[in-house]
């Protein structure tokens, strides 16, 4: 029986400066129906700390995991070499060359306007750049897809390496796959632009919000991609038809905070680069989900 649940849908209106989308907050309540798939869906949200209007698609991303946790993985890039990605802190760094990397694999560049979305390296109307008003209908219908392998992560620490274990559990002859780690980081607190029309949503969420000149100043930032753990596109598998366990041993640099990292594997197919299946493991109990 498909159980009715309540998603937020924030939809583009219109550019501001360079491209920024511009989120309205109207008409967000729309019913959905839950999956009854066990596919988990990524998604990959290009997000800029100078950018008012990304934490609009923030909270589209927030509440597709508050409503199918199980189901989805969010993934915010923040792309080197952007307007809307530069330090607003010397502090806090977001931005790395990897997530630029991806952008531009995915059809973006310099000049692309944020936010930006890419759901399962999957193309929808021939591009893989999406706006955020089309996250939430593109992931539930990812969602329904039955998935052709169960992935499972588990978590250790051995002389002061982590080590995340994934084991493969095929339901199908997968031709040719890889399998890639990725560290995030959440609970990081530091200043986000934010257009005049977000900040009242988002203070009902967090209420310990703090406004000064058109910025969220204790913003918190969440699943921070961080680094490749096993390389770009991660490591080629081949053909897998039986169940298979791969470990990825790694340290975490102490600019991070491990106790607030997460680990997402993510397995692909080699050829297309596609998602098959997703799943996180937390490090710590700081890490979000």
């Not at 992935?151 to 890889?178: C, D, F, I, R, Y």
């Not at 607030?260 to 098959?276: G, M, R």
Request: overall charge negative; aromatic content about 8%.
């Amino acid at each position: 029986m498909k159980i009715k649940s309540l998603v937020f849908a924030l939809f583009a209106a219109m550019l501001l400066f360079v491209a920024c989308d511009v989120i309205s907050d109207d008409d967000r309540l729309i019913e959905v129906s839950k999956p009854l798939t066990d596919r988990t869906t990524l998604l990959i949200e290009f997000t800029g700390n100078r950018c008012p209007n990304c934490p609009g698609a923030a909270m589209i991303a927030d509440d597709l995991l508050d409503t199918i946790p199980d189901n989805v993985i969010v993934v915010g890039m923040h792309p080197a070499g952007l307007s809307f990605t530069q330090p607003i802190t010397p502090k806090v760094i977001l931005q790395s060359k990897e997530a630029y990397d991806y952008l531009v694999e995915f059809g973006g560049n310099v000049s692309t306007g944020l936010p930006v979305g890419v759901i399962n390296c999957t193309k929808f109307d021939d591009k893989y750049l999406q706006g955020s008003s089309q996250w939430t209908a593109q992931v539930f219908d990812q969602c329904y897809v039955e998935t052709k392998c169960l992935v499972e992560l588990q978590h250790a620490v051995n002389n002061g390496n982590h080590v995340v274990t994934a084991t493969l559990n095929p339901k199908v002859n997968l031709e040719s796959v890889s399998l890639m780690f990725w560290l995030l980081e959440s609970n990081i607190v530091a200043p986000q632009n934010m257009s005049h029309d977000l900040v009242e949503s988002y203070k009902e969420r967090n209420p310990e919000a703090k406004e000064q000149a058109g910025a969220i100043t204790n913003y918190v930032h969440n699943h921070v991609f961080r680094a490749c753990l096993n390389g770009f596109w991660g490591e080629e598998l081949g053909a897998v038809s039986e169940p298979t366990t791969k470990d990825c041993s790694f340290s975490v640099d102490e600019k991070y905070v491990a106790d607030n990292c997460s680990v997402v594997a993510v397995l692909l197919d080699t050829k297309t680069h596609e998602v098959i299946q997703a799943a996180e493991i937390a490090l710590g109990a700081g890490a979000a989900h």
